[in-house]
DNA sequence: ATAGTGTTCTATCAAATATAGAACAAGTAT
DNA sequence: ATACTTGTTCTATATTTGATAGAACACTAT
């Protein structure tokens, strides 16, 4: 297990980028509705870092509504598809990222062109590797 | 002085706020090319924080581009306009961001919509206020 | 000279991060 | 039933970050 990277000398809190890891490989169509995720015990010991911080990545993506736990079958994939929220969170979450870049004079057209470009490469993955 | 608005209750460090607040201020036109901010004290005095925030936000504003240091005149406004950076820094702030509003079933298009919706806010904003 | 720039140094306190070990209720496997 | 695994919760500790504070420095403006 499996695709995951993380790097240790990252400014990013580890439990943030193991919630990252896993939003992109949902994104990427490696990951898919279903899907059982590593025990947080199991887990941790394949990236070797503790069971409290892969415990704590788990409980942030259940709040943001990525997974469900079940009972049986540990962390499940189970995307609550809250739109009206997803829209006021991408709201704010680019509010200053295109300020930003707003300020450093990337034109509207061009910041469409990166979106593009992010969104196309998830379509340009295959999604059939079975990664967990 | 002025506009900035910054909540004490947020998770988010003070110093990243008044980051935030200048970098909007310069999108949304009310800061200009070429003014001086506030010296550190004397906006540390303003919103009630402490002096060494406040040289902190400074900081990462010359850091990434913003102000330059002058003797004469403290901290003023000159964005470095390195369109290439600014891409490349484009393309790592959206791609969580754009990965997480992905698998919430935010559309390309819906997408699209909220980037124009904020680039469209700068625009409307009337940018003759004497703000500093 | 006096006052004001940003900056740098030490210091302290609170909070966040990551680690560790132990235990719990619930479910699975044997 | 027994043993094991699931996420979760509790206490505890070490490290780092954020925010505060006071002092001082080199430079500039008046």
Redesign the interface.
């Given at each position: 297990m499996f695709y995951i990277q993380i790097d240790f000398n990252s400014d990013e809190a580890l439990y943030m980028q193991l919630r990252?890891q896993i939003?992109?490989g949902?994104?990427?169509d490696v990951i898919h509705e279903g899907d059982s995720l590593p025990s947080v015990r199991q887990l941790a010991d394949t990236i070797g870092i503790n069971m409290h911080t892969v415990n704590k990545a788990y409980a942030v993506l259940r709040q943001?509504?990525?997974v469900k736990l079940d009972r049986r079958r540990g962390a499940v994939i189970s995307?609550d598809?809250?739109?009206m929220?997803?829209?006021k969170?991408?709201?704010s979450?680019?509010?200053?990222?295109?300020?930003?870049?707003?300020?450093?004079?990337?034109s509207?057209s061009?910041?469409?062109d990166?979106?593009?470009?992010?969104?196309n490469s998830?379509e340009e993955e295959d999604g059939q590797t079975d990664a967990v």
């Open positions: 990252n939003i992109y949902l994104a990427n943001e509504g990525f995307v598809a809250d739109k929220q997803a829209v969170d991408l709201y979450d680019l509010s200053v990222v295109l300020a930003k870049a707003s300020c450093k004079g990337v509207r061009e910041i469409h990166v979106v593009d470009k992010i969104l998830y």
